[in-house]
Structures are given as C-alpha cells and as structure tokens.
C-alpha cells in the first residue's frame, strides 16, 4: 500500500498539533493512516487505501459509515434547523423518555457531552449524594481523563497515573482488581463507611474485553448496598452495545444505582449521559444543589441522532445481525488460533472482539470457550485467560502493536492500534467481510 499523502499529512500534523493527533490512541507507529471518507462498513484513507473497518470510531458507529436513512433524515433536519440555540429542544424529551423505557436502571437522565463528563459528573454526584470522599475503581478500568481515576497502584498504595494531577486526589480512589471479590471485601470491611460509589464497567472494555467472573457484579452489588454506598456502571462502551436495548446491565441482570453512557447513545455525535435513579439524578442543578451544566449538552442534532440510532435498533434486526457477525468472527479466530497460537485468547461478547496475546494457554484446548472467553470456571483454559488489566498489560503488547497491527493494516483491515481498545461490528458489516476478515487473521497469524 501507498502513504505518502498520510506521511504528508502526519508531517503537517507535527507542527500544529500535539504528537500529531488530538487523541494519543490515534498516533500509531510509524505514523498514522489519515482517513478521507467511510463507506459502510469500510474506510478509505487519503491515498485511495480501503480498510474493513473494525474501529468504528472506537464504538459509536453502530451502523458503519452509512446510517440508515431515517438517522440520515433526522441529522439533517435539525442541523438545517439551526446547530444550537441554548434553549430545550423537544427531541432531548423524546430520546431521554426512550432510554428510561429500555434501560433497567434509567429513571431519569442529565445529557451531557462525552463520556468523560459523565463520569466525572457520577462521581461528584455520588459523593455529594453519600457525603463521602471514596470512590473504588477496576485496576485496568478506563473512565475517561478526570483526575479521580487516572490513578495506579492498589488499595493504600494509589498515585496518579498522569503528571499534573496532585497526589492528594488519589487519596481517596482505591483500585482493585477486577474480578477480585476478596480484596473487594476487604476493602469495603477497612472503608466502607467512607466509600461513596463503585465505579466499573461491568466488562472491561478498555482492558482488551474482560468479563466478570460468574458473581462478582453481584458481589459489588451487594457490598454497596449492605454499606451505603452507590454501585455506577459506567457502560460509556458497553452501553445498547452488549445486551441490546437494555445494554449490559440488562444482560447481567444486575441493575446499578448510576448509570453513565457515551458512544452509541449520540449517534457517531460528541456525547455523554449520566441515568440513574430520579432521587439520584434530579440532585443536579437546577433541582438540587449538584452542580452540572454544558453549552452544548442536549445538542439537538446529537439527540436526533442518537433518538433515531436506538428506534431503528428495536425496529429492526440490527442486534440479531451485529451479533452474529461478532459470534462468526470469534469462532472464526479461535479455529485459526487453535491450529496457529493455541496460547492466545478470544475475548468478547455479542458485537465486540479482540484476541489478546497470551502468553500461556491450557495444554488441551479442545473444550475452550468457542465463542470468546467469558469466564467458565469449567473451561479448560479459565486458569489462563485473563482477568484483570494486569493479566492484558502482561501479554505480549508489543507484537500486537508492532507487527500484528501493521500487518493486518497492510492487508486491509483497520483494527484498533493496541492490544488494550475493544474493536466491533457494525450493522453494515457483512459475511463476505467476516471471511475476508478472517484470511487476513490466518495469513498474519
């Protein structure tokens, strides 16, 4: 393949942004691809180069770069309307009445502008709630750039994990590992009248896809409430992703106190969401004393949008076809792997996949998890796969990000860049690009 209209690009980039990207997950090596367009379920970059596209904009896209044309509709009226006007807008009641209907936990919902604010602003509203400081995070778990969470280390030990964040805010952020119920009682039973919330994702979506093991959401669940604190789910990637309509609290059948979203609940648009109990949600300004407010919050054309993304899904077929492919593509993989890298581990769930590098797998595989691991303690290979952040950090993350990537991109398929950021199908993917798919894994492979 020819990049030298990207090379270009990038050398442009250097001189006026930082790193040449406005997200650091954008500045693969040796440099980046620069996209001109999308087509379905494809990409095309600046110098005529089409990639199956398995990023979808790190997950918003459900349908591809082709929306259906009652989403097309719906983002061109209200943008012919006018962008903005600082002033409610009736299709903000319509999506937010929407998502009450399908999503276990949503009462009430406060739109925001990226799944950073949301959680940022579930953590200020669970403490103000609680009147307590603490907040226990997933070690490994991902919940946007706010200074609560970017922290490492473990219980008693954390730092933050970036320069420019005052040690002081760590104090009161406990990581734990994920899938970990004894350090999570622990905790509680050393803390537990100074915690405000758990903060998780119920599968850790940016930890390669980790699921929980079987109990442990509902150990957490248990724990906050036998100690006063919230349970929030941050479901910004999992979120009418993984379980449908009902998303993956729907599908684990436990319901959490807070709920935050991002991606697909925008429609391909900038967004954010904090759901939740209405006692919980209406504590925000101007109900209550919460403060939380943004210009472009409930912007008109992302409600649209993302209104007009989850209608189309629950009147038609989109999670019966996005997750087949998803299931297809696993499969497919955890054959080739079985002939080529018995050592490697399928993840993922419903439309989401990755493989992760593994370093040791079980001696016998005939009887592993066929559709990804999802953590059967009867699964020959439960005592290697992963299970928390340390476990993916610790594969080879550097074949992944130096040659396996690479070569996959060379051969037409654009996956995300490390061994970490989950990758999914979309509604506009089809067999023929599962099997074209699948010859790139076995050639690289």
């Not at 691809?33 to 990639?51: L, P, Q, S, T």
């Not at 896209?61 to 962008?83: D, F, N, R, T």
């Not at 006007?85 to 319509?94: H, R």
Request: hydrophobic share 35%; net charge negative; with cysteine.
């Amino acid at each position: 393949m020819n990049h030298d209209e990207s090379r270009g690009l990038y050398d442009r980039a250097l001189s006026v942004l930082a790193g040449g990207v406005n997200s650091s997950v954008r500045a693969t090596k040796p440099y980046p691809f620069f996209v001109e367009r999308g087509d379905g379920a494809h990409v095309i970059d600046a110098d005529g180069n089409r990639y199956i596209d398995y990023v979808l904009g790190y997950g918003p896209l459900l349908y591809g770069h082709s929306a259906p044309e009652p989403i097309q509709a719906a983002v061109q009226k209200h943008a012919a309307a006018g962008p903005m006007y600082g002033a409610p807008t009736e299709i903000e009641v319509e999506h937010a009445e929407f998502v009450a209907r399908h999503v276990p936990s949503v009462e009430m919902i406060r739109f925001v502008n990226s799944g950073t604010e949301a959680t940022v602003s579930a953590v200020r509203l669970a403490r103000a709630t609680t009147g307590r400081d603490k907040i226990v995070v997933m070690q490994g778990g991902y919940h946007g750039a706010q200074e609560t969470t970017l922290v490492e280390g473990g219980p008693g030990s954390a730092t933050p994990s970036s320069p420019g964040i005052p040690s002081s805010f760590a104090e009161h952020t406990i990581p734990v590992p994920f899938n970990d119920p004894e350090t999570a009682h622990e905790v509680f039973e050393e803390h537990g009248e100074d915690i405000a919330a758990v903060l998780t994702e119920p599968i850790l979506g940016n930890t390669a896809i980790i699921h929980p093991v079987d109990g442990y959401l509902q150990t957490l669940r248990d724990l906050t409430e036998e100690h006063g604190a919230l349970l929030i789910f941050d479901e910004v990637i999992t979120g009418f992703r993984v379980g449908g309509l009902q998303c993956a609290q729907g599908k684990f059948g436990i319901t959490p106190d807070i709920t935050t979203f991002g991606k697909i609940i925008g429609g391909g648009f900038p967004v954010g969401a904090i759901g939740g109990r209405a006692e919980l949600i209406e504590q925000f300004t101007p109900g209550g004393d919460v403060f939380q407010s943004g210009t472009f919050s409930g912007h008109p054309v992302t409600m649209a949008a993302g209104h007009e993304y989850l209608k189309y899904a629950a009147e038609n077929d989109v999670y019966d076809h996005v997750n087949r492919l998803g299931e297809k593509l696993r499969r497919g993989i955890t054959d080739i792997l079985q002939d080529q890298a018995p050592e490697y581990t399928v993840v993922g769930t419903d439309s989401m996949f990755k493989t992760v590098f593994t370093r040791h797998g079980a001696p016998d595989r005939a009887d592993t998890c066929q559709d990804g691991c999802t953590q059967h303690e009867a699964c020959p290979n439960y005592d290697y796969c992963p299970k928390t952040g340390a476990d993916v950090a610790n594969a080879e993350t550097d074949r992944w990000e130096r040659i396996f990537w690479q070569e996959m991109k060379d051969q037409g398929v654009f996956l995300t860049a490390n061994q970490f950021e989950s990758q999914f199908v979309s509604y506009a993917h089809t067999d023929e690009d599962i099997e074209e798919t699948l010859e790139a894994y076995k050639e690289t492979l």
